[in-house]
């Protein structure tokens, strides 16, 4: 196993897609956190806030087909670039917002191109690290969105102190432009970046992969593992997106916190969900350097974080607030401990020039769960019968889609595609 290398420049794109991921999470959240106020200016109930996530959900299923194919097709540089433009755009309409189809606009925006975040993320990877230290890498990145959730609130409430709730979504709108600066400024192929060295190069091409043909994602759907990944996010994708969307309600109107209690408490609950997903990356990682096959140390690692949500979701069961949210934080953990993993089994699986397009349909599939599972029947169920019955049917779900994902997947042996041709 070859030695890691002196130079880092890796650790540095990672450190940008980490960044990304972060404002693409910033963007998504405020939302909910800012929603206690926007409902003094429109009259928003739970069913209508569930539609309005919905469009989020429903614009976001459709953006990763088409983000997938075209950051497989146009390269992660451009595919990011595009994908970081459109939303923070999208995020600044929010501001414009009258009435609540406005609103819904502005979420179904922000949906296609927030989609973006995740296959060119997945697909850089891919590109800068080996097998390894792929799943290790992921968790880093994917703590983007528990960083966003942990920082997200507070500084959210404290702008609300300065400014109304339009004023939030043109302030971190922006932060996209800068990242995008960044972005063009520094990131270039492990090739052809001037401050890689043979041996950090070699470490990252360490890996034995026969060239290709780039594949789309209706090629993508004729193998099985495809469906497997897909199945894994169709499944755990709402799990997540819930808590995200009605955790800050459900603290506000529920245990009845004040905004100020809010944005305190959702910090604490998203820095557990960090040590879960740079956790998970790394359990699975340690099991591969002791010697495990790949599927096995995923699996297994996956196993664990899934058999945690049954007892997760019964937070909703306490009204002592310390059990209800150490629970909740369990939950946050285990799930993000999962994503490192499940997202990393789309790389373990197909070579790099197929990655993208395979996580688009995963992620057409979680989101398209989302729609249905975290935002739509949410909003009806829990204005008619609170939030007891969604939060339990979630403990069920992370165990079904590993077995599943065992079912389609196996192993997670490397698929053979076509031979790129030789020119």
């Not at 009605?246 to 960090?274: C, Q, R, S």
Request: aromatic fraction near 16%; hydrophobic fraction near 50%; charge should be positive.
């Amino acid at each position: 196993m070859p030695t890691p290398p002196a130079s880092r420049v890796r650790w540095l794109i990672l450190s940008l897609i980490f960044l990304a991921t972060t404002i693409n999470y910033v963007d998504r959240i405020m939302f909910g956190v800012l929603m206690p106020k926007i409902r003094e200016s429109m009259t928003i109930d739970a069913e209508t806030y569930g539609r309005l996530t919905a469009s989020f959900e429903l614009a976001y299923s459709i953006g990763f087909l088409i983000m997938g194919k075209f950051v497989d097709k146009f390269g992660t540089k451009l595919g990011y670039a595009v994908a970081t433009i459109w939303w923070s755009a999208a995020s600044i309409f929010h501001a414009f917002a009258r009435t609540p189809m406005d609103l819904g606009i502005g979420r179904f925006l922000l949906g296609l191109g927030e989609a973006g975040n995740f296959p060119a993320a997945i697909k850089g990877v891919a590109e800068w690290f080996p097998k390894r230290d792929r799943a290790f890498a992921t968790g880093i990145f994917n703590a983007g969105t528990n960083v966003a959730s942990m920082i997200g609130p507070p500084v959210f409430a404290w702008m609300l102190t300065r400014f109304d709730w339009r004023a939030c979504f043109w302030i971190t709108g922006s932060l996209g432009a800068v990242w995008f600066v960044l972005w063009q400024w520094y990131f270039k192929s492990a090739e052809q970046h001037p401050g890689v060295s043979a041996e950090e190069l070699a470490y990252i091409k360490s890996d034995v992969e026969e060239p290709v043909e780039n594949i789309g994602w209706i090629e993508a759907l004729k193998y099985r593992q495809t469906w497997g990944f897909a199945f894994g996010k169709l499944l755990t994708d709402p799990v997540w997106r819930f808590y995200s969307y009605w955790l800050p309600l459900y603290l506000f109107d529920v245990l009845k916190f004040e905004m100020n209690k809010v944005g305190w408490v959702l910090p604490v609950i998203y820095l557990m969900a960090d040590f879960g997903s740079v956790g998970g990356g790394w359990l699975s990682g340690f099991f591969i350097k002791r010697g495990w096959p790949v599927g096995k140390a995923r699996k297994t690692t996956m196993a664990i974080c899934a058999a945690c949500m049954p007892l997760a979701v019964t937070a909703v069961l306490f009204e002592n607030p310390v059990v209800a949210i150490g629970l909740m934080s369990l939950a946050t953990a285990a799930h993000q401990g999962w994503s490192a993993n499940l997202y990393t089994t789309a790389s373990d699986v197909f070579p790099k020039q197929a990655v993208a397009s395979v996580i688009g349909i995963g992620g057409a599939m979680g989101g398209f769960g989302s729609f249905l599972l975290a935002t739509l029947i949410p909003g009806i169920v829990i204005k008619r019968f609170g939030y007891t019955p969604v939060f339990l049917t979630y403990g069920v779900f992370h165990l079904t889609a590993l077995l599943l994902l065992h079912i389609f997947m196996r192993n997670l042996e490397p698929i053979k595609l076509r031979p790129a041709p030789r020119k």
